[in-house]
């Protein structure tokens, strides 16, 4: 009784709100990208490129040399055969870097863009045979579902050192970031029939 009461809470209880102009109420999401650089909660570790500028500290990419840049990628395809009531999880775009920044100093200041993956993935439903009263054993038509919900992160980050007015060892730095993050969930629905063309129905 007490796995049942938990898998419940965690199915229904995860909201999720992107930064748009309405709010979507997900159901639990499969696992996403693993962001070595990235904690549980979406923030950088100590150990930080510049690839991961979108996560880390604004006032650290004064450390970063000048002109610098960086890209990552991470390919997967399944994650699992059946993730839960035997629905696949796999992912998608994987030709999208999962992360990109570039950072430039003048003088003492720093400029620093990134962007990046911080969900990607879909899940397939597989066919669903259609069935009625008449027909239990099937009509031959089926359904077929699948549900494809991307995060994209994008930010732009500035930063000040002190340590050439301070004119020593102690350094003080001042950084600011703006973050963007987007949530774009898609549904799908193809009504296979063996005697005709097949039918698609897309929420976005």
């Not at 909660?41 to 002109?67: Q, W």
């Not at 899940?123 to 008449?134: A, L, Q, R, S």
């Amino acid at each position: 009784m007490k796995h049942l009461v938990f898998f419940l809470l965690m199915f229904c209880s995860i909201n999720t709100v992107a930064q748009l102009s309405s709010d979507y109420n997900l159901m639990l999401f499969p696992q996403g990208y693993d962001l070595k650089l990235l904690n549980s909660y979406g923030n950088s570790s100590i150990i930080n490129n510049v690839s991961n500028i979108s996560s880390m500290n604004p006032a650290a990419i004064t450390g970063l040399k000048n002109y610098s840049a960086g890209i990552s990628y991470q390919l997967n395809t399944k994650l699992k055969d059946a993730w839960i009531a035997d629905i696949g999880m796999k992912r998608i775009y994987n030709f999208f870097p999962q992360s990109f920044g570039a950072v430039t100093k003048l003088g003492s200041f720093s400029l620093g863009v990134g962007l990046g993956q911080k969900y990607n993935g879909t899940k397939d439903f597989g066919k669903i045979p259609i069935t009625t009263p008449e027909q239990p054993d099937g009509t031959g038509e089926f359904i077929e579902m699948s549900e494809e919900n991307l995060i994209q992160s994008y930010s732009l980050s500035t930063a000040f050192s002190f340590a050439e007015i301070l004119q020593s060892n102690f350094d003080i730095k001042f950084g600011l970031k703006y973050s963007l993050n987007y949530l774009h969930h898609q549904e799908k629905i193809w009504i296979n029939n063996l005697k005709q063309k097949d039918t698609q129905v897309v929420l976005d």
